[in-house]
């Protein structure tokens, strides 16, 4: 049988690691400055000095794997280094028991390889900021550090053995797995095929599909049948919006239960402040019950969990439950458990932002992922957004109110420089020509400060300098990154009052293009199937998120007939933002048209809450009769599933949404709970200085196709998504209001579905 692999730092963690869980703030390297400074610690080392040496060993059927830092085979010295901030006296205790347990399982694995008999172990401090070493030295017996080596090895073990026959159940219940609805939907056994090829042949895949054919399971069987013959590790099933979680939980729980007990452990990931059960309380031991002891009490949970992922999925509601049975922390539970989990359902931002967990897991494990990424045209603003960064003058004022004597230096010269830039700036926006180094080596001072000051009062509770801070080690990181797939740019900020206005402004480092930065994560899976009812153009999705050239693409036809829907477009309504409170008497006269022929539940979508709202109070004073419900700004999710619950079979009435927004996606409204929609909107994005200079920069990036990247095929989009609400299955039937005359165009037109035809109301 082929051994269980484990990585030295792994195996340390899951054998080593005790104490409490203790998130307090500690001033730690970017990855960058780690890679840097183990460099440079390489560099001082005399030329026979071996950095980075690969080392191995095995033992009863486990293999150890790892790189040491460096070895020097004259002093007999093996080095591990470990690059810190602030005073080294105040690493803690159980960080320093995990470091030492990696350098013996090292120094085991180095004499056996050698025939060693004995060896010296260093354990290297590099300061970042001072750039000195603090070397702590034992020397061991070789028999010594093998015995060590065997302990960890035999607590692992057990675990390791439960882990392989897992394996071996889950890829033989998987290869025999039969698609749980008995035959596929029209459509859905193309876009299973096309998503198993990808898998076997390793390549990135771009499925457009139509709404309503089952996506979500005609993705996730595939890859799950893909599993045994690619011996892939892992599936990471990421969506944009929390509807799209829910609905791969419910086609993972449709799988699972398809067989009696499906060796399948399946795990929700979800955001800290949703799963935190105090958030009054700082993650450390010394305030939060469920991080004291964390550690010691997590092996007790990891097992209960992998026994309760027999009967059920990993998600938010079970992993509480078992995290409470246990005292820990249920959000930090989730975060341990992916290493053990063979399906993770989490946001994009696991995967794909700067530093993320998923990504970061993979690599160091070398796991054989497939990734799925839900809703995938979600996919570029959630990629800019991830690659961005900006500051706040009015953070930075709030910050030096209250701030320590030692940092108002520090702040008053950042301050001085921000009022430079102010001077220079000639209107409310512009972009700069490039980064301000003045400004920014002013930020890079601070953030060396504020760590040095953290460091020193690791107990001090400020949270607006703390806040501040994290924003500007944030924009540093980027600005380290710049280059022509961003814009610097500055402009007046929202928090400014009118007295102020002037001296406060927001810098931002705003990403344009993120293929430079997905590009990678593509390249790192087995493959990646993106899939959307709105690909279109897919050269557009290309370019902008970088997929690798040879990316295959699919187009599934869709399975329902231009009956299904009648399709009408109002050509004499312009919802232009000139025209838009004109345009009201005629939207709310067609609508209540449309409600009196044919008494139903509809959604009708407009471009922003304003415009809604008077939509809305205009209908409501000319139709009385007819129930109206409006969505609010900022709906949590239990307001955003009440108001879906309304739309019942039996209830009449019209939702008015935003396009673009919550009830635009991911939203199942099948048969009599939505027979109808209007979109009065053609959903291109504000015409405003940021989006013109974005149009800009993508010219020059794309070859002149500015205009329809950041406008014309984004607003598309939405309007195609939100028509998608209506026909859901075989047996719909509904209507769709186009209310814009730019309708009738002919590129318009073609962003729209094939199968829709249109036809041209008179008003």
């Known amino acids: 049988m082929k051994p269980y692999s484990v990585a030295v730092r792994a195996l340390c963690e899951f054998t080593a690691k005790q104490g409490d869980l203790d998130l307090r703030f500690t001033p730690a390297p970017s990855a960058q400055e780690g890679i840097a400074g183990h460099a440079l610690v390489a560099a001082r080392r005399p030329a026979h000095y071996q950095a980075e040496l690969a080392l191995s060993a095995e033992f009863q059927g486990l293999l150890v794997r790892g790189r040491a830092d460096g070895f020097d085979a004259l002093l007999g010295r093996l080095e591990e280094v470990k690059t810190f901030k602030g005073r080294v006296e105040q690493i803690p205790e159980n960080h320093r028991l995990l470091h030492w347990a990696q350098l013996k399982v090292y120094g085991a694995m180095l004499c056996q390889a050698q025939g060693l008999a004995e060896l010296e172990l260093a354990l290297v401090y590099f300061n970042i900021g001072s750039q000195q070493e603090t070397m702590l030295i034992e020397r061991h017996a070789a028999v010594d550090l093998q015995a060590y080596f065997e302990l960890l090895c035999g607590?692992?073990?057990?675990?390791?053995?439960?882990?392989?026959?897992?394996?071996?159940?889950?890829?033989?219940?998987?290869?025999?797995?039969?698609?749980?609805?008995?035959?596929?939907?029209?459509?859905?056994?193309?876009?299973?095929?096309?998503?198993?090829?990808?898998?076997?042949?390793?390549?990135?895949?771009?499925?457009?599909?139509?709404?309503?054919?089952?996506?979500?399971?005609?993705?996730?069987?595939?890859?799950?049948?893909?599993?045994?013959?690619?011996?892939?590790?892992?599936?990471?099933?990421?969506?944009?919006?929390?509807?799209?979680?829910?609905?791969?939980?419910?086609?993972?729980?449709?799988?699972?239960?398809?067989?009696?007990?499906?060796?399948?452990?399946?795990?929700?990931?979800?955001?800290?402040?949703?799963?935190?059960?105090?958030?009054?309380?700082?993650?450390?031991?010394?305030?939060?019950?469920?991080?004291?002891?964390?550690?010691?009490?997590?092996?007790?949970?990891?097992?209960?969990?992998?026994?309760?992922?027999?009967?059920?999925?990993?998600?938010?509601?079970?992993?509480?439950?078992?995290?409470?049975?246990?005292?820990?922390?249920?959000?930090?539970?989730?975060?341990?458990?992916?290493?053990?989990?063979?399906?993770?359902?989490?946001?994009?931002?696991?995967?794909?932002?700067?530093?993320?967990?998923?990504?970061?897991?993979?690599?160091?494990?070398?796991?054989r992922v497939a990734v799925l990424v839900d809703e995938a045209h979600n996919l570029v603003e959630r990629g800019r957004k991830m690659y961005s960064a900006d500051l706040d003058q009015a953070s930075l004022r709030a910050a030096r109110l209250n701030a320590p004597a030692g940092l108002k230096k520090p702040l008053d010269r950042l301050h001085r420089q921000w009022n430079e830039m102010n001077k220079e700036q000639a209107e409310d926006y512009h972009v700069l020509g490039?980064?301000?180094?003045?400004?920014?080596?002013?930020?890079?001072?601070?953030?060396?400060?504020?760590?040095?000051?953290?460091?020193?009062?690791?107990?001090?509770?400020?949270?607006?300098?703390?806040?501040?801070?994290?924003?500007?080690?944030?924009?540093?990181?980027?600005?380290?990154?710049?280059?022509?797939?961003?814009?610097?740019?500055?402009?007046?900020?929202?928090?400014?009052?009118?007295?102020?206005?002037?001296?406060?402004?927001?810098?931002?480092?705003?990403?344009?293009?993120?293929?430079?930065?997905?590009?990678?994560?593509?390249?790192?899976?087995?493959?990646?199937?993106?899939?959307?009812?709105?690909?279109?153009?897919?050269?557009?999705?290309?370019?902008?998120?970088?997929?690798?050239?040879d990316t295959a693409r699919l187009e599934v036809a869709a399975p329902f007939a231009a009956e299904q829907l009648r399709v009408s477009v109002a050509g004499q309504i312009s919802t232009r933002y000139q025209q838009r409170r004109a345009s009201l008497p005629a939207i709310v006269d067609l609508m209540a048209r449309q409600f009196e022929a044919q008494p139903g539940n509809y959604l009708a979508f407009f471009s922003s809450h304003d415009y809604l709202q008077e939509a809305a109070a205009l209908f409501e004073a000319q139709c009385p009769e007819i129930t109206v419900w409006k969505q609010a700004r900022r709906m949590a999710e239990q307001e955003q599933q009440a108001f879906l619950d309304r739309l019942t079979p039996d209830s009449q009435g019209i939702g008015f949404v935003v396009l673009g927004g919550s009830f635009g996606e991911a939203v199942d409204l099948p048969g009599k709970r939505l027979i109808g929609a209007f979109i009065a909107t053609l959903g291109l994005p504000q015409v405003n200085a940021v989006n013109q200079q974005i149009k800009l920069r993508l010219d020059q990036l794309m070859g002149g196709a500015g205009y329809d990247y950041t406008y014309l095929y984004p607003g598309l989009q939405k309007v195609v998504q939100a028509a998608g609400r209506v026909i859901r299955s075989s047996s719909d039937c509904g209507v769709l209001h186009l209310m814009d005359d730019r309708y009738g165009r002919r590129e318009v037109q073609a962003l729209l579905p094939s199968w829709w035809c249109l036809s041209h109301c008179q008003q």
Not at 492 to 499: I, L, Y
């Open 434 to 549: 490039g980064l301000p180094l003045k400004f920014l080596a002013a930020v890079q001072l601070l953030n060396a400060a504020i760590s040095e000051h953290l460091a020193d009062h690791p107990t001090e509770v400020n949270a607006t300098l703390q806040t501040f801070y994290f924003e500007a080690l944030h924009f540093v990181r980027m600005a380290e990154l710049f280059g022509t797939h961003s814009l610097c740019d500055l402009s007046q900020s929202s928090k400014a009052s009118a007295s102020l206005a002037r001296a406060n402004s927001v810098l931002c480092l705003r990403n344009v293009l993120p293929a430079p930065f997905l590009g990678p994560r593509f390249a790192a899976s087995r493959t990646t199937v993106l899939f959307s009812a709105t690909l279109q153009p897919m050269q557009y999705f290309s370019d902008i998120l970088g997929l690798p050239p």
């Open 155 to 367: 607590r692992f073990l057990v675990w390791a053995e439960q882990e392989l026959a897992h394996r071996g159940a889950r890829d033989s219940a998987l290869s025999a797995l039969a698609f749980p609805h008995g035959s596929f939907r029209p459509g859905q056994r193309d876009l299973a095929a096309g998503v198993y090829r990808a898998a076997q042949t390793g390549r990135c895949l771009m499925a457009q599909a139509p709404t309503g054919i089952g996506k979500t399971v005609g993705t996730i069987f595939p890859l799950l049948k893909a599993c045994p013959t690619q011996q892939l590790d892992k599936i990471y099933f990421l969506a944009a919006k929390t509807a799209g979680r829910g609905l791969a939980l419910e086609a993972l729980s449709l799988l699972k239960n398809s067989v009696m007990a499906l060796p399948l452990r399946v795990l929700e990931l979800v955001a800290r402040d949703k799963a935190c059960e105090h958030p009054d309380k700082a993650c450390h031991g010394e305030s939060c019950p469920l991080a004291r002891g964390f550690y010691d009490r997590l092996a007790a949970a990891r097992a209960a969990a992998v026994s309760a992922s027999i009967g059920k999925l990993l998600d938010r509601a079970t992993l509480r439950e078992l995290a409470l049975a246990h005292e820990i922390c249920p959000y930090y539970l989730s975060q341990e458990l992916v290493r053990w989990s063979d399906v993770v359902v989490g946001d994009y931002n696991y995967y794909f932002d700067v530093s993320a967990l998923l990504h970061g897991l993979m690599q160091a494990n070398q796991w």
